[in-house]
Every structure is written in C-alpha cells, then in structure tokens.
C-alpha cells in the first residue's frame, strides 16, 4: 500500500467503504423485507382462522344444528383449510395429510417444514354452543414469500460487483480531476530550475486548497530567489571591491621586483606576495562568474561562433603554459561547426578544462581535443594521459572548492569544474566524465548547435 499513488489509494478506500455499506443496507434492507412479509402472511392465516371459525357459527339452523359448509367457502385459494368436528368427523380442502394429522394447539403459529415446502399452520376453536365444539385449523404455504426473497438475494448479488465496478470507476475518475491541479503543480515546479527560479505558479488557474498550496510554493520560491540574489550580489559586490586593492598590490610588488632596489631575500618575499596575489585575484575572477550562475538565463550573450577557430585561439595561448611541463596539445579542427553560445563563457569552459588537463597533468604528457558534429549537437572532447580522478570522487568534482586531493596548493580552489557545469547548463548541455588513475581523464561535452 506504500508504494501506490494517492489516486490509487483514494480509490481503493472509496470503494471498499462502498461495498461495506453497500453489504450492510442491502443486508438489513432484506432482513426488513422477510421479517414485513413473514409478518403479513401471519395476520392473514390469524384473520381467516378467525374469519372461517366465526362463519362456522353462523352456519348453524333455527334447532341449532350445524349447517355444514364446504371449506372452500370459508377461506381464499391460496389457504388451506381443515375443520375439526367433535364426533371425530373432518373436513378439508385439500390440506397435506401431514399437516391434518398435527396435533391440535389453539392459537399458537406453527412453521411446520414438509418435504422442503415450509408452512405456517394454526388451530383456532370454533364454539357453536356448549355441546359442539369444532376446531378450525388453516394452512398457509410460505413458498411464495420464499421464492420473493431468492429473488431478492440474486438481484443483491447481481447487482453489488455492478455497482462496486461502477464505484472504482467513478471514485477513480473523480480522484483522477481533483488530483489534476496537484499534478500540474508537480510539473510546472520541476521545470524551476535555478536559472529561472524567478518563473511562478499561475494562481488563477488553482482554487480551494490547491490554489493555497499554490500560493505558498510561489512564496518559498520568492524567498528563495531573494536568498539567492542577496548572495549573488554579495559575492559579486566583495569581488569587485577586492580587484581594485588586490591589482594595486601586485603592480606594485611587480615594481618592486624589476627595480633594484631590494636584495635578493626581499625580493623573494615579494615574489610570495605577488604569487599569492595572482591566487587571490584567479579566485576573485572565478568568483565573479560563478556569482552570473544566480542571474537570469536571458543575461547570457548568445552569438554565432565558428567553435572550431574559438578552440584553436585558445589552444594557441595556452601552449605556452603547456610547455613549461612538457605537455604536447593536439588539436585538429576538421570541419566547420557554428553554434549559437556567449563566446566568453565558452572560453572560460575550454580554459577551464585544458588547464585542469595541464595542472593534473605528468611531465611530458600529452592533451588530445577533438571537435565533431551529431545531430544537433557540437561534441568536444577534452582528453589527457594524467594522474586520473578515483571513480568514487567523480560525482563531487562538480562542486564548488572541491578538490580532490586537499593538500594541492598552487592555482587551485576547486572552482574551475563548477563554472564549467554552470556554462554548461546554461547553454542546455551536458558533460560526460570518464577517468582512470594513473592512466588518465577524458571530459565530453555536448552542446546544442541551436539553444
Ligand atoms: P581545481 O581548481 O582544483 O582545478 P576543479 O573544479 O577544476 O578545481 O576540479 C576539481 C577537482 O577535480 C580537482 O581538484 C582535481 O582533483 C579533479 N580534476 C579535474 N580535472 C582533472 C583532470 N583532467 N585530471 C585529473 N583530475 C582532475
């Protein structure tokens, strides 16, 4: 029962509760019915005892002889009738010997069984004067009130699974619409996603409580928003307060280090300053992208690029740093690609990866970047013979300052693989990492060619 939907549960317990009650009055509906025709049947075998009993008197002569009637006179067709006489003598219409030859008992009701045929039989005395005294005994059969009552049972039996089939469909049918707008909710809301967390529930189109419902989700999303864009714009606003010293400082460490006047142990100290001023201002830099992760997707450039020859401009650059490790960079740009993507952000993504490919890289290592078409996506493939990343790290590498090995220094804060998944999102794409220690990492991205 856990596992099923709320429809299926209300609909489940819907018609059980039906077919309980329906089970219930249509069970006491036929104990009310049986018990007013049994009743019935009672008053009449009462009343037409009585009824032929007092004929019986009446039919006596001026000498008080008894006038002898025939019992089919005295009561309807459906009665059997027979009369005692005191001197032994009988008569009837056609009573079942069995029932004749009962005892006599005045006026109590007998149900009396006879080969499956139940019959209700009473006696009542008929006093024509002191010395004659006769007996009237009638028989009624309940066959009739028997074959009512089958007749009601197989209608009950019948018609309860129509009318539990009825009940699922119905009760599923009607959980199905009053759940509709709850599902409308689930879908519109799954479609909120970070870059557009802005967007909002249409309340006009809820009431009742799902319209409440509605109402405080759009609440929480503007709550969240608001958090969101206080952070955003804190990270942006410190960033761009921090450049300003931060470039001071290096310039002037870097004035100092090619003026002579220091000796070497100072300009070593300042050579530290300048390098961890340069680390400062890569955070700084990186920080500010990630602060545009908060804005609104329409804030990214969208442009024509040639993918290839934005590719083959940075590999350019880059070479230089790949040397100084002896890393050879191998790129081909076969055909021509245009794809629609900010050429900024797509270049942070390509910098992005080919220097983790460099930072994480051996001596003497090797980068291969391919570039190809399919379907509509633009594939490039990122790919280095370096120290690889353990597959249980895989999933965290996206994350803001993860790293996976905590003790690297140098140019590093585990925020280069986070831009890069947030550009990629951005342009509705996705990255595929594959990566073995010791033998080395290979990053696929797919973007669309036309967001
Ligand atoms: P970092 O600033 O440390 O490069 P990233 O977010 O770019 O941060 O990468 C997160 C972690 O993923 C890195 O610390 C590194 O351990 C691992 N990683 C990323 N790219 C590679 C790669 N090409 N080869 C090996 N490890 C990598």
Redesign the pocket.
Known sequence: MKKLTIKAKITIWFSLLFLFLLCISSFLLYLAISEILYQQEEKIIIDETSHSALHLVSGTDEEGNLRVFEPHELVTAETKITIFYKDGEISTNNMDPALIELPIQGDTLRKVEIENNVWLVYDHPAFIDQDIEVWVRVSRSLNDVSVVLENIRIFIFTFIPFFLIFTIIISYIVTKNSLSPIYQIIKITKNIKRGSISRRLELSRFTGEVGILASTFNEMLQRLEDAFTREAEFTSAASHELRTPITVIMAQAEELLSENKINSGQKNAVRIILNQSERISLLIS?LLTLARDYQEEFKIKFDILEIGILINDIVEEMRLAAKSKSIKILFESGKMIKIRADQALITTLII??V???I???KKNGNIKIGLSEEDSFVKIQ?E?N????EEK?IPF????F????KV?TG??????????KWIIDAHKGHIV?D?KVGI??K?TIRLPVNI
Request: charge should be positive.
């Open positions: 990186q992005n990866l220097n983790n490919s930072k994480f890289n990122i280095d370096g120290i690889g990343i790290e590498i996206f994350k803001k993860y790293r996976v090995d690297r140019k590093s804060f585990g925020l280069g693989l986070s831009i890069v990492v990566s080395g990492t990053m």
